[in-house]
């Protein structure tokens, strides 16, 4: 069955419409499933400034369905889940306003080793840091409708599985070091209580003690 969103037969009359390029103001003409146009005057890609990515941020087949995402609309993929998960948690955990505050820096500092590592599951990672603490963290995700790949992944970094691969091994360690660098940084641990095994997160700690 294909996506309403996106079958023509539920389309209305603004379906098509123009917008202008940000780069040289050229109008270019979308149909409201374009991910992006090529501008026929200076030859660069422009997002689709009305197209509703919501479905993209967990759905499998969002690249099929909405073609070949540049990295812009990637890292807005990945943003929105993250945005969706912590959402989620927020109301998961209403009154225990220390446990979400401790969530969220553990997310920010796991973002942050993702991105200087350039290796992991980014998704899994952020997810895993977000849901540390949430009541039922794999049910959370399937309200969500995440994918099957996404909750097992995450699931193996709660339980801190013995990885499988060099990937689960990087995830791993990121949020490991997630965690211990948020409980340093918000003093439940000493730097003495372990060592971070990432370099990026061994470079975070340096910093943060040296304050």
Known sequence: MQCPGQDNRYWDGEAVFEAPCPHCGNE????????????????NRVLNPRIDFGCAAY????????????????AKQKNLFKDKVAIAVRKQLIGREALYKTATLRTEIAEQLC????RGDM???????????????LDLLRDLQADDSIITAVERLLNQDTPGSDTEQASLDIYRDACFLSSVKEGRKSEDDGKPVTMSGKKYLADITAD
Do not use: I, N, Y
């Open 123 to 137: 998704a899994a990672v952020l997810a895993a840091t977000l849901l540390e603490d949430a009541d039922t963290p």
């Open 115 to 118: 991105k200087e590592e350039q």
């Open 59 to 74: 759905c499998p087949h969002a690249e099929q369905c909405l073609g070949s995402m540049p990295p812009e609309l990637l």
């Open 28 to 43: 270019l003409e979308f149909f409201k499933d374009d991910s992006q146009r090529s501008c026929k005057k200076c030859g």
